[in-house]
């Protein structure tokens, strides 16, 4: 495929109606990070005043795949305990997965169970601020919801070529459309200003050897992935679980002990990761039955 036709499908993207828009109140927020005088407190009080915003902020800082021991309930304790990348990049995914749960619970699962494999590899390498590679992993897919609700042809001719032909959704679209979901979503990652810790796991987790800034992130949400869609945990849109690359299994140097404590610690944080998912799902489904109603 051309770099002309490339270029059309990063200009599609910017110009869509259909996928969220980076939230205002990510700018202002952004501005009041700059400034060395603003207090957490009153960055709480800007995301309090979208009361849902808040809501499903503090629902997903409490959900299993970030483990804190003690239940947040202040905004401006998140933002301490998070940090601001990670607040902003959760307040993104608030807008992002309000779709996903609409359209793709399997995947929104799918996208949780990363995120839990994420932060508890992320522990175990004692990488600072675990809870941004976390929210790396629940983002990393945020490509196939453009590629769904953008691309919707290509999206059903990409699922055709799976179909036919057994191979993995990465390749089947690289062969419709000559781009890749995980590079949608570095495009989107990037032009939302989001910070390059997570760009290039989004970017990346397919191929974690192309990483420059950060390799390390990025092989943690490549084997993240794979390990998650060989627990069977979700569904990511095939059936196929992708091979680790070398590079990142160097990067984690794990053993077979190492591993197995990994993987019991994952099953038991995926049973309150689930309990999550199926509270979303019932909010969605008590919030259309309000609307009808109404």
């Known amino acids: 495929m051309s770099d002309d036709r490339r270029q059309q499908f990063k200009a599609a993207l910017r110009e869509t109606k259909n996928l969220p828009t980076l939230p205002g109140i990510v700018t202002k927020l952004t501005k009041m990070a700059d400034d060395p005088d603003t207090t957490t407190e009153q960055m709480g009080k800007v995301i309090s005043k979208d009361h849902i915003l ?42 992002i997965f309000e779709v996903m ?69 990465r390749e089947a679209e690289m062969e419709i459309m000559g781009i890749n979901h995980a590079e949608v979503g570095g495009w989107l990652a990037k032009n939302w200003n989001l910070p390059v810790r997570l760009v290039e796991p989004i970017s990346c987790h397919h191929t974690p050897e192309q990483a420059v800034n950060e390799p390390v992130s990025s ?55 689930k309990g999550f998912s199926l509270e979303i799902t019932a909010d969605a489904a008590q919030d259309d039955s309000e609307e009808q109603e109404a």
């Open 54 to 95: 808040a809501a499903k902020l503090l629902k997903l800082v409490n959900s299993a795949f970030y483990g804190f021991p003690q239940r947040i309930s202040s905004l401006s304790s998140a933002i301490i305990l998070l940090g601001f990348n990670v607040v902003k990049s959760l307040i993104i995914s608030a807008s």
């Open 219 to 273: 092989a943690v949400v490549h084997f993240a992935d794979i390990l998650i869609r060989g627990m069977g945990y979700g569904h990511a849109g095939d059936n196929k679980v992708p091979m680790l690359h070398k590079k990142a299994w160097d990067l984690l140097s794990f053993g077979p002990a190492d591993l197995d404590e990994i993987i019991d610690e994952v099953e038991e944080k995926l049973w309150d990761v």
């Open 101 to 169: 749960e609409d359209q793709d619970v399997e995947l929104w699962e799918h996208s949780l169970g990363c995120a839990v494999v994420s932060g508890v590899i992320a522990r175990r390498l004692e990488i600072s601020e675990p809870e941004e590679i976390s929210t790396a992993g629940l983002i990393h897919d945020l490509g196939k919801v453009a590629i769904k609700m953008e691309f919707s042809e290509e999206y059903r001719a990409v699922n055709r070529l799976m179909a036919e032909r057994g191979i993995a959704m």
